[in-house]
């Protein structure tokens, strides 16, 4: 095993460890907790400073210098003055959180919900904060800041008739949230996970632990359109039980500096995960999305397609890594990383890797970088469409061809009502 990098103790923190430290500092004490927590918090805060934040000589972390990339983090953000926005889906069910505290809740048939603050006052039955990895910079940060969040938890069989809507807006700041989702036996439920915001400097960390029990099915959409100078750090770990069925799909749309990590366990014989994500990346954007997602039993299938639109100076990561342990014989594991790169100032990096233990499996991946098709392009524009319109469709359709395999006809109209505003403006 190869020793992992570890600043030396004189290593000078940088302006935004210092920043979070001295935060830390000011508001630990205010923040919710029984004794417990306080004490996660305190050991994130200490293995934050000992370890620093991670550099590229983290391989998960080789492509989004964290180090580097978070120049400055910005204070607290404690008066509760973000403005909400209307949900994605008119009807949804909808729970709001505003800078970071939980300001609308419903009550769902079939649903309990609970905030997650009062869960970490709890002594009895409340929420635990475990001790992240040294390396796990979201994790360190979040456990050490979170304010709330929310613990749903669905009843064995019920099926939510409208999707839910966790909506969480800021007005710069800090925002740091966390939320516990679990999903009954043969339970049916759509969750749209969105992060809306400002045009100033934000830190938001968000995780969520989302459980799909036997028979379940899942649909998980996380929307990230905060502002362009919004830091972004997300975590979702998934646990696929026997039978259980999950989507997970992605959209970014914004931000300065995004990284969103999904962590996915094939634990139960016979589940399926179909993850999807698009990340539309312009300006000087920094996004990274990272996958890792284990196969530990038979009969498993995961299908994981992501495509990318990179124009001005963005730059874009994919970290997608499938390890299939020895007894998962039968899986099926599928992986594909499309990126249009329409500028010379824009990059995309990406690393798919497969780490197979079983003999008895068919697992593939791909990763693809190109421009616009220029025959395509003529083609249209020979018809009289102007070229922005030209370029707008081609990646519309390019985009376009996995918003709808959700199925979805409200939810694939509001995702591509979205993708048509942001070509408006970087098309």
């Known amino acids: 095993m190869v020793a992992k990098p570890?600043?030396?103790?004189?290593?000078?923190?940088?302006?935004?460890?210092?920043?979070?430290?001295?935060?830390?500092?000011?508001?630990s004490g205010h923040l919710p907790g029984n004794a417990d927590a306080v004490m996660a918090r305190d050991r994130a805060m200490q293995t934050l400073k000992r370890h620093r934040l991670p550099t590229r000589r983290i391989e998960a972390w080789h492509y989004t210098d964290l180090r580097r990339l978070l120049a400055e983090v910005p204070d607290a953000q404690t008066e509760g003055s973000a403005a909400t926005v209307p949900s994605l889906l008119e009807g949804a069910h909808r729970f709001v959180f505003v800078d970071g505290e939980l300001a609308e809740r419903v009550d769902i048939d079939g649903v309990q919900h609970e905030a997650v603050a009062d869960g970490l006052r709890a002594d009895v039955g409340g929420i635990a904060l475990d001790e992240?990895?040294?390396?796990?910079?979201v994790a360190l940060i979040n456990t050490a800041f979170v304010s709330d969040g929310l613990r749903l938890t669905i009843a064995d069989g019920a099926s939510v008739d409208r999707?839910?809507?966790?909506?969480?807006?800021?007005?710069?700041?800090?925002?740091?949230?966390?939320?516990?989702v679990s999903a009954g036996a043969g339970a049916k439920a759509t969750v749209i996970d969105r992060h809306v915001g400002t045009g100033e400097p934000v830190l938001a960390s968000n995780?969520?632990?989302?459980?799909v029990r036997e028979g379940a099915d899942v649909t998980w959409i996380i929307v990230q359109e905060q502002g362009a100078a919004a830091t972004h750090l997300s975590s979702l770990k998934l646990t696929l039980e026997k039978d259980a069925r999950a989507t997970v799909f992605i959209a970014n749309f914004s931000g300065k500096l995004v990284r969103q990590e999904v962590h996915a366990v094939s634990q139960g014989e016979g589940s399926e995960l179909n993850f999807r994500a698009i990340n539309l990346i312009g300006d000087?954007?920094?996004?990274?999305?990272?996958?890792?997602l284990d196969h530990l039993v038979p009969n498993t299938v995961s299908t994981e397609t992501v495509r990318n639109v990179v124009t001005g100076k963005g730059q874009g990561v994919f970290q997608g890594q499938i390890r299939v342990a020895q007894p998962a014989q039968k899986t099926d594991a599928q992986m594909a990383c499309n990126t249009l790169l329409l500028s010379d100032h824009g990059g995309f990096s990406t690393k798919p890797e497969l780490e197979i233990f079983a003999d008895d499996v068919v697992c593939a991946h791909g990763a693809t970088v190109a421009e616009i098709d220029h025959d395509h392009l003529f083609y249209l524009m020979a018809r009289g469409i102007t070229e922005k319109t030209a370029r707008g469709l081609l990646i519309e359709a390019f985009v376009d061809e996995i918003v709808e395999e959700l199925g979805d006809e409200a939810l694939i109209e509001a995702l591509e009502t979205r993708i048509g505003d942001w070509l408006e403006v970087h098309g």
Do not use: Y
Request: hydrophobic residues 35%.
């Open 284 to 292: 000087a954007s920094h996004c990274d999305v990272t996958l890792e």
């Open 132 to 137: 992240p990895d040294p390396d796990d910079a």
């Open 207 to 211: 995780m969520t632990e989302l459980t």
């Open 6 to 27: 570890v600043p030396k103790p004189d290593t000078p923190l940088t302006t935004a460890e210092s920043a979070l430290v001295a935060l830390f500092g000011e508001r």
């Open 163 to 180: 999707p839910i809507e966790i909506q969480t807006a800021h007005n710069g700041g800090q925002v740091h949230t966390r939320n516990i």
